[in-house]
């Protein structure tokens, strides 16, 4: 009857298997208790038996008895027996970390309100030095502790913490039992891994214990018999998720208190999209050219989307707007009402902390990318960029290794959005500079005049001409010492100028032997130091084109030109080398000869072309001691070109032999030239005399010979005494 009754049990189990609700409970109570209502049947023995048969068990992730699938694994004394094999001092928040997946959250009210999308993310506190800080992409933190720490410690540091939340687990326990379970069967699905039925059966359970402990660490948060919620100093009652989600929204407004409404998806997130990128160049390169237009002078027709970003972010915030004193279009400071005023306000207070001392560009960044304002990093890289252009006349930009930056371009702006750091700024109280100065240098850059916001404009733009000036100059005129003291040592003050505040009031006055000219009223002086200034920059500027006038001289002095306009001394050239064979000359002496028969309009081009070949380089790369050198070479070669062309034109025009120019240096210093016909139509005499002359030397060395014929044709030219 017991094998009856207990195949009635198995075939009612194999029944409530199949068609049983998924989820629902069939243990053994719900079996006896079916037994002793149906049948009067007590079938725990039969259960017992079954069970310690190996036949039947409780799975707990599936919450039913159930037959086992063709293995011999005793689970519960495999579970005691692998205990002694798991160190009993793990650390709860570490394991957690590896096997629960933390989720984020979306602050969604905060964010539908303020356009700022705000994220919270879940993370197992692990010690009070490792405290995050708000960062990026997220904006605070849920830390969860396990581990027994008092509330008062937490409420002290939380104060501090403000974008971080603790939540203390009061049911900790528990939650170490499901931790040390998962743990177990992580041992027993490496020491069975050739039982398949035994590897799906504790893959099933591991799952059920870590679905648990999830629940227990996620979905149990909201009980506060169990769990303590802490932030800024106070404990919570957070008795649901909206309850939480209401309290996000609180602690974003107070953490980011400063952060502006802005509702525009496509910027204002913290990693702008590759088009989106595209478009903000689009937007700074339409504002650096067309600031000055309605618009942007964008078409009216198109809505690309740097249009869009314009008209949210500048249209109608009122940053870009007309000027109805002058009639054109700018950006500037927005209208009170809007919502990036205060952004505006405290983006100049940044400027103004820069008074006394440069800052790096790097700290504008972070001082918007942190608490009270956390701007998201795709805001901050429009808005950055946009204001500095809009303020480009009330500060000083300066690069860490290339110095000052006068104007703000593309290219700098892109440098800037990559690097901040290897930036510097700097802005400038106008109010204690002496006009009369400013006046003077005014004058000399001609700029014209403005008002007290000008004035800074003014300042900065006068050490930018000045820049400019110095960029403009070439190597030659950088090094060149043949100009006078005062105009050297401007050069080199303008040189070595970092900052326009000292480079006007201190180094170019000094330069010049004016010193303290920025507190002097005397307009005589300040007169004095214009004139004498504007003399040293023509002197400066003019040293080249000296240096091209010098060698233009040369070159028609050796050419004996009887003018010195440039189209008749050129065609002067031309026409005394006329009789030139270029197919006969040497190397540099044809290179020289074509640039000199050139046809090259421009006097400049022609001076310098002719130049190169004699110097060798550039003549922009001139240094003075080679000066000589020059005017030596250019000499030789135009004599060269000339004895080339008068021979060429006597042997053109010669049966009876060939022409030869020689000269000869005396020790007097004097030339003495001569110039003879070597005959091919000679006696018979002399043709013997010849030979027997080429016989006799023909004993010598080459030196030998060359030291006689030269000391006879020296005597015959009577070079020197016999």
């Known amino acids: 009857s017991d094998y009856k009754l207990a195949s009635e049990v198995i075939n009612s189990m194999t029944a ?79 394991e957690i970390k ?21 994220f919270f993310q879940y993370r197992v506190f692990d010690s009070f030095e490792s405290i995050p800080k708000a960062d990026g992409v997220i904006d605070g933190y849920i830390n969860l502790v396990f581990y027994d720490v008092k509330a008062s410690k937490l409420k002290k540091v939380s104060k501090d913490e403000t974008s971080n939340i603790f939540v203390l687990y009061k049911n900790s326990a528990q939650i170490r039992n499901e931790v040390l379970m998962i743990l177990k069967f992580n041992k027993l699905l490496e020491k069975n891994q050739e039982d398949r039925n035994a590897l799906k059966l504790l893959n099933d359970e591991r799952l059920f214990h870590l679905q648990q402990l999830e629940n227990l660490v996620v979905n149990q948060l909201f009980n506060n018999d169990r769990n303590i919620w802490i932030n800024d100093g106070s404990i919570k009652e957070i008795p649901s ?52 237009l309605e618009n942007l002078d964008f078409p009216e027709d198109k809505f690309p989307p740097h249009k869009a970003i314009y008209i949210s972010l500048l249209k109608e915030t009122g940053i870009h707007q007309k000027n109805k004193n002058l009639g054109y279009f700018e950006l500037n400071k927005p209208r009170k009402e809007s919502n990036l005023y205060n952004l505006w306000i405290e983006s100049e207070a940044f400027l103004s902390s820069s008074l006394s001392n440069k800052r790096n560009l790097l700290e504008f960044y972070e001082l918007l990318e942190q608490k009270p304002y956390k701007l998201k990093k795709g805001f901050i890289d429009f808005w950055i960029p946009i204001f500095l252009i809009a303020k480009k006349e009330d500060f000083g930009l300066f690069h860490i290794y290339g110095g000052f930056i006068p104007f703000l371009t593309e290219d700098t702006i892109d440098l800037i959005h990559k690097k901040p750091q290897d930036f510097l700024i700097k802005s400038y109280d106008v109010s204690g500079l002496k006009v009369n100065l400013l006046e ?19 300042f900065l733009s006068i ?134 028969i050139a046809p090259i309009d421009d006097r400049v081009s022609w001076i310098k072309s002719v130049a190169d070949v004699a110097l060798g380089k550039g003549l922009e790369d001139l240094l003075d001691e080679e000066e000589p050198l020059l005017v030596n070479t250019i000499e030789e070669l135009s004599l060269g070109l000339i004895k080339a062309s008068e021979i060429r034109n006597f042997n053109k025009n010669s049966n009876h ?66």
């Not at 409780?58 to 798991?86: A, C, M, P, R």
């Not at 309290?247 to 407004?253: A, N, Q």
């Open 16 to 94: 409530w298997s199949i068609f049983s609700k998924t989820g629902g409970l069939f243990d053994i109570d719900f079996i006896t208790d079916y037994f002793k209502l149906t049948r009067g049947e007590n079938v725990e023995i039969i259960l017992d038996k079954l069970e310690s048969s190996g036949i039947i068990r409780f799975y707990k992730h599936s919450n039913k008895i159930n037959f086992l699938e063709g293995t011999d694994l005793d689970l519960e004394q495999e579970l005691i027996s692998v205990s002694k094999e798991i160190n009993a001092d793990f650390s709860i928040a570490h």
């Open 98 to 118: 590896t096997l629960v997946d933390l989720p984020v959250l979306l602050v969604k009210r905060y964010s539908f309100e303020t356009g700022t999308r705000r």
């Open 241 to 292: 998720k909206h309850k939480l989600y209401e309290w996000l929204t609180e602690i974003c407004y107070k953490i980011y208190e400063k952060s502006p409404v802005f509702k525009n998806e496509l910027i204002n997130k913290e990693y702008l999209s590759s088009p989106i990128n595209t478009a903000r160049k689009y937007l700074i390169r339409s504002i650096l050219e067309n600031e000055h």
């Open 440 to 458: 003077s240098y005014k004058e000399l850059v001609q700029i014209g005049d403005s008002n007290d916001k000008g004035i800074q404009s003014t």
């Open 463 to 596: 050490f930018g001409n000045f820049l400019r000036f110095q960029r403009s100059l070439n190597n030659y005129t950088l090094k060149t010492n043949k100009l006078s003291g005062k105009a050297i040592k401007l050069r080199k003050a303008i040189v070595a100028s970092k900052d326009p505040e000292d480079a006007l009031f201190n180094l170019f006055p000094s330069a010049l032997g004016y010193h303290s000219l920025a507190i002097k009223e005397d307009l005589e002086v300040l007169n004095s130091f214009t004139h004498q200034i504007q003399n040293a920059i023509r002197e400066i500027r003019s040293a080249y084109d000296e240096l091209l006038n010098r060698i233009e001289n040369v070159i028609t002095s050796s050419f004996h030109c009887n003018s010195s306009d440039f189209d008749l001394y050129k065609s002067e050239i031309l026409s005394k080398l006329g009789d030139i064979n270029p197919a006969t000359l040497g190397k540099v002496q044809n290179v020289f000869y074509k640039r000199l």
């Open 657 to 722: 032999g060939t022409l030869y120019s020689i000269q000869f240096f005396s020790e007097t210093g004097e030339i003495v030239e001569n110039k003879l016909v070597v005959n091919t139509d000679v006696s018979e005499k002399f043709t013997t005399i010849k030979k027997t002359v080429r016989n006799s030397i023909g004993e010598l060395t080459k030196l030998q010979r060359k030291e006689l014929l030269i000391e006879l044709l020296s005597k015959e030219m009577h070079v020197k005494d016999e």
